[in-house]
């Protein structure tokens, strides 16, 4: 199928702007009657490089004190989309608001700032905020005042850069995932400037520790342990919106996760894009992710998840640190994308099929109750019915339990956007049926296996759907329904499972809360 030309090329593109001024603060052009204020722009380029350059930790705090007050009699509203690290950057954009006096809001009508944190895995994810701005512009009508922020990895785009820039003037500022921390100075000059501000590092900045964080709830908490990806799978953008892979120090995950132990948070899930290769960039240390485990490991909170791990860099060590349990789950997500070798190896994904499935049967040999759930793109260019079948295949030899499963999506930039993406569509939809329908009959059957179990849940709060009825998490990450008192939200207790549902169980109490289940 050959793709439709786009109007915004991926490299930053001011054609038919005048240019108004040039300095060391960057360069204002004037385009469509609005004056746009270049700090830094996108470029494609410098994305894709990987620089040998020693990342630097940063302490210092984020808010100066005369930005401390910016924003008291200020609202602040952020719509997220896209995946956990996005929704932790919102948490520190969140805790950077508040540090300068703005309080939240859910009320677009109330709010003096609202910002869009986006994603840009798949072209309906940017069809979505490009959407969403299209609406804003009336509200932006009704109330100039109001600052309109596009924030995340749709702003690492030169290609929607340039889009905003032609086609949603009333835009404010863009800046993208390395300078969140300059948020206070971009509102600074947002709020007291008419111009469009536009601040977006192509290059991966250094690590900046202390940044506040505004967590949502009191449960559960995202610690970034990683930023960036050096894979370069052939489909994904991810590489290069969120730059090269550089590992926190341990110390500084270390104290963050202790803290939360004392606020008393119950679980944490480690983010990196591939904590597998936490570690790696290191050049003073061999400290690796299964040493992270298990100092971990030894810290006092009740329970602990990561995501996402690739199978290409889980080591053995790894395993042997995950089989000590305790707060460390049992439950693993594999993303394996397709169960082809030839797919794989047109995504670059640097396994076979049957390293996957070797992978998967020693995770579930040494690590009692492991329970795995993965990640599926069907419809890859090139995808055969009989390599499509692989993953069918693939998925129940693997014992996944469930998965996230998407049609692929041509990102524009990546290798295999020039690839001929010959799978009809009506066929990647029923693929990707089929697909669902076999991860409902897995997850049922996962679910069918657990009746009669005695498991322990972690309380989130009443179910959507029926008052006395509670909803909770097992430590494999299922969502289980029984009926309790409304005391135990927040807490552990033990049910027993009495039913199977394909995407929950039901069970019964058996045993009323403890404090925690962490055994060491
Ligand atoms: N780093 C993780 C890994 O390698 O497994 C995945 C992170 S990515 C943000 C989440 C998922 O989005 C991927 O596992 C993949 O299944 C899906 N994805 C990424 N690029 C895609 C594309 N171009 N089209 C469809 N799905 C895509
Ligand atoms: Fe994307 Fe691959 Fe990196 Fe995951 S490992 S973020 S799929 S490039
Ligand atoms: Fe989307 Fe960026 Fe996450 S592209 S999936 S928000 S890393």
């Given at each position: 199928?050959?793709?439709?030309?786009?109007?915004?090329?991926?490299?930053?593109?001011f054609?038919?702007?005048?240019?108004?001024?040039?300095?060391?603060s960057?360069?204002?052009?004037?385009?469509?009657?609005?004056?746009?204020?270049?700090?830094?722009?996108?470029?494609?380029?410098?994305?894709?490089?990987?620089?040998?350059?020693?990342?630097?930790?940063?302490?210092?705090?984020?808010?100066?004190?005369?930005?401390?007050?910016?924003?008291v009699?200020?609202?602040?509203?952020?719509?997220?989309?896209?995946?956990?690290?996005?929704?932790?950057?919102?948490?520190?954009?969140?805790g950077?608001?508040?540090?300068?006096?703005?309080?939240?809001?859910?009320?677009?009508?109330?709010?003096?700032?609202?910002?869009?944190?986006?994603?840009?895995?798949?072209?309906?994810?940017?069809?979505?905020?490009?959407?969403?701005?299209?609406?804003?512009?009336?509200?932006?009508q009704?109330?100039?005042?109001?600052?309109?922020?596009?924030?995340?990895?749709?702003?690492?785009?030169?290609?929607?850069?340039?889009?905003?820039m032609?086609?949603h003037?009333?835009?404010?500022?863009?800046?993208?995932?390395?300078?969140?921390?300059?948020?206070?100075?971009?509102?600074?000059?947002?709020?007291?400037?008419?111009?469009?501000?536009?601040?977006?590092?192509?290059?991966?900045?250094?690590?900046?520790?202390?940044?506040?964080?505004?967590?949502?709830?009191?449960?559960?908490?995202?610690?970034?342990?990683?930023?960036?990806?050096?894979?370069?799978c052939?489909y994904?953008?991810?590489?290069?919106?969120?730059?090269?892979?550089r590992?926190?120090?341990?110390?500084?995950?270390?104290?963050?996760?202790?803290?939360?132990?004392?606020?008393?948070?119950?679980?944490?899930?480690?983010l990196?894009?591939?904590?597998?290769?936490?570690?790696?960039?290191?050049?003073?240390?061999?400290?690796?992710?299964g040493?992270?485990?298990?100092?971990?490991?030894?810290?006092?909170?009740?329970?602990?998840?990561?995501?996402?791990?690739?199978?290409?860099?889980?080591?053995?060590?790894?395993?042997?640190?995950?089989?000590?349990?305790?707060?460390?789950?049992?439950?693993?997500?594999?993303?394996?994308?397709?169960?082809?070798?030839?797919?794989?190896?047109?995504?670059?994904?640097?396994?076979?099929r049957?390293?996957?499935?070797?992978?998967?049967?020693?995770?579930r040999?040494?690590?009692?109750?492991?329970?795995?759930?993965?990640?599926?793109?069907?419809?890859?260019?090139?995808?055969?019915e009989?390599?499509?079948?692989?993953?069918?295949?693939?998925?129940?030899?693997a014992?996944?339990?469930?998965?996230?499963?998407?049609?692929y999506?041509?990102?524009?930039?990546?290798?295999?956007?020039?690839m001929?993406?010959?799978?009809?569509?009506?066929?990647?939809?029923?693929?990707?049926?089929?697909?669902?329908?076999?991860?409902g009959?897995?997850?049922?059957?996962?679910?069918?296996?657990?009746?009669g179990?005695?498991?322990?849940?972690?309380?989130?709060?009443?179910?959507k759907?029926?008052?006395?009825?509670?909803?909770?998490?097992?430590?494999?990450?299922?969502?289980?329904?029984?009926?309790?008192?409304?005391e135990?939200?927040?807490?552990?207790?033990?049910?027993?499972?009495?039913?199977?549902?394909?995407?929950?169980?039901?069970?019964?109490?058996?045993?009323?809360?403890?404090?925690?289940?962490?055994?060491?």
């Amino acid at each position: 199928m050959a793709k439709e030309s786009k109007d915004f090329s991926k490299y930053f593109d001011f054609s038919g702007a005048k240019v108004i001024s040039e300095d060391q603060s960057g360069k204002t052009i004037r385009l469509n009657g609005r004056d746009i204020h270049i700090v830094s722009e996108p470029d494609y380029r410098q994305e894709k490089q990987r620089g040998k350059e020693e990342i630097q930790v940063h302490y210092e705090n984020a808010v100066p004190e005369e930005l401390k007050h910016l924003g008291v009699g200020k609202k602040y509203l952020i719509y997220t989309y896209g995946c956990q690290m996005n929704e932790h950057d919102t948490e520190v954009m969140r805790g950077l608001f508040e540090e300068m006096g703005y309080v939240s809001t859910e009320d677009r009508m109330q709010a003096d700032v609202i910002l869009y944190n986006t994603c840009a895995v798949r072209e309906n994810a940017e069809d979505k905020v490009f959407g969403e701005l299209g609406h804003m512009k009336v509200l932006k009508q009704q109330r100039p005042e109001l600052i309109l922020g596009v924030c995340g990895c749709m702003s690492q785009e030169a290609s929607v850069v340039n889009r905003i820039m032609q086609k949603h003037a009333h835009v404010d500022m863009i800046f993208g995932t390395h300078n969140i921390h300059r948020l206070p100075h971009l509102l600074q000059e947002a709020h007291y400037g008419k111009e469009m501000v536009i601040d977006v590092w192509s290059k991966e900045g250094d690590i900046i520790e202390n940044l506040p964080k505004k967590r949502t709830e009191g449960l559960r908490a995202w610690v970034n342990i990683m930023y960036g990806c050096d894979k370069f799978c052939t489909y994904c953008i991810v590489p290069y919106t969120r730059g090269k892979e550089r590992s926190r120090l341990p110390e500084d995950v270390i104290a963050e996760v202790r803290e939360l132990a004392r606020q008393g948070f119950k679980e944490i899930t480690l983010l990196g894009q591939n904590v597998n290769a936490y570690g790696k960039d290191f050049t003073d240390r061999g400290y690796r992710f299964g040493d992270l485990m298990n100092d971990i490991h030894k810290i006092d909170i009740p329970r602990v998840r990561f995501t996402t791990s690739h199978p290409r860099d889980f080591d053995d060590h790894l395993i042997e640190v995950l089989a000590k349990g305790g707060n460390l789950v049992e439950h693993i997500h594999l993303p394996v994308q397709s169960g082809s070798t030839e797919v794989l190896k047109r995504m670059s994904r640097k396994y076979t099929r049957e390293r996957y499935l070797e992978l998967a049967e020693r995770i579930r040999k040494e690590i009692p109750n492991a329970v795995l759930t993965t990640d599926v793109i069907v419809g890859f260019p090139g995808e055969t019915e009989e390599q499509f079948e692989d993953t069918m295949s693939l998925m129940r030899e693997a014992g996944i339990t469930s998965a996230y499963t998407y049609i692929y999506s041509p990102r524009e930039g990546t290798p295999a956007y020039d690839m001929t993406d010959d799978v009809p569509l009506e066929v990647k939809q029923k693929r990707l049926a089929r697909l669902n329908a076999l991860v409902g009959e897995l997850s049922l059957k996962h679910h069918n296996e657990l009746i009669g179990q005695v498991i322990e849940v972690l309380v989130e709060g009443e179910s959507k759907n029926k008052s006395t009825v509670l909803s909770g998490r097992s430590r494999s990450n299922k969502l289980i329904h029984f009926e309790g008192d409304k005391e135990w939200i927040g807490k552990f207790v033990q049910v027993k499972v009495t039913a199977a549902q394909t995407w929950y169980v039901k069970a019964e109490v058996v045993s009323e809360p403890m404090a925690a289940s962490f055994a060491g």
